[in-house]
């Protein structure tokens, strides 16, 4: 069975470092996401993506966040100046054409120090 | 408004039984909704989902009951195993005009499964 699947696994940074998170989407699915979720906490929404745009983003995708699909398998989210309040796993999901079950990845746990 | 909400934020149950975790929604055009499973460092898993023309719908051992008059929803695990030990999270879409659209998750609810 396909599935969402996120590199690294873990991460760990210095305050004011960049980090790009990558995810492979499953292969059919049009519609990517990222999600956060801070320890002992609901997830979050972060950012759609269709057709090589962000759909819609929330107030916490400011401007030290992006996304980007460099290739046809690849999405990635990129923090500029990572801060202390970024440290979170982060989930990368999709979804195809006509469906509005998301399927997660395992996430990347960041951890900024 | 958007916003979806767990009544209990620990469930403990004994292996065999079964359990019941409860979700509340505010939005009442809300028309779809989605429970995930979440194990210990993993990411959220799909396990049912209903639409609100359904009041109930059944998976393999998971009831789900919609109730729109309260705006209330259930997820029923029969004969609860030790796997099923999780966050369990309710969600549903964020509607947006045109094109797909986020999740909004419920706060969780822990289900352990004890011997």
């Known amino acids: 069975e396909p599935e969402v699947t996120q590199t690294p696994s873990h991460q760990v940074t210095q305050m004011g470092q960049e980090v790009i998170l990558r995810c492979v989407p499953i292969s059919n699915h049009l519609y990517f996401y990222w999600y956060r979720q801070i320890l002992g906490q609901k997830v979050e929404f972060l950012v759609s993506?269709?057709?090589?745009?962000?759909?819609?983003k929330s107030e916490i995708f400011d401007d030290q966040f992006s996304v980007e699909r460099p290739d046809g398998s690849n999405f990635t989210l990129k923090i500029r100046s990572t801060k202390l309040e970024d440290s979170a796993m982060y989930f990368c999901?999709?979804?195809?054409?006509?469906?509005?079950?998301?399927?997660f990845g395992p996430g990347t746990r960041l951890l900024v120090l | 408004g958007e916003s979806v909400g767990l009544h209990l934020p620990t469930l403990s149950v004994q292996e065999g039984d079964n359990s019941i975790i409860n979700c509340a929604y505010s939005?009442?055009?809300?028309?779809?909704f989605i429970w995930y499973k979440q194990e210990s460092g993993k990411g959220p898993q799909f396990i049912i989902d209903i639409r609100s023309n359904m009041d109930k719908r059944q998976g393999q051992r998971v009831t789900v009951l919609l109730n729109k008059t309260v705006k209330h929803l259930s997820l029923q695990i029969a004969a609860t195993q030790p796997g099923d030990s999780a966050v369990y999270f309710c969600?549903?879409?964020?509607?947006?005009?045109?094109?797909?659209?986020?999740?909004?998750f419920g706060a969780g609810t822990r289900l352990a499964v004890h011997p």
């Open positions: 969600a549903e879409p964020g509607h947006i005009s045109g094109g797909y659209n986020k999740l909004i």
């Open positions: 939005n009442s055009a809300s028309d779809y």
């Open positions: 999901a999709s979804t195809r054409e006509g469906q509005e079950t998301q399927y």
């Open positions: 993506f269709y057709n090589n745009e962000i759909s819609e």
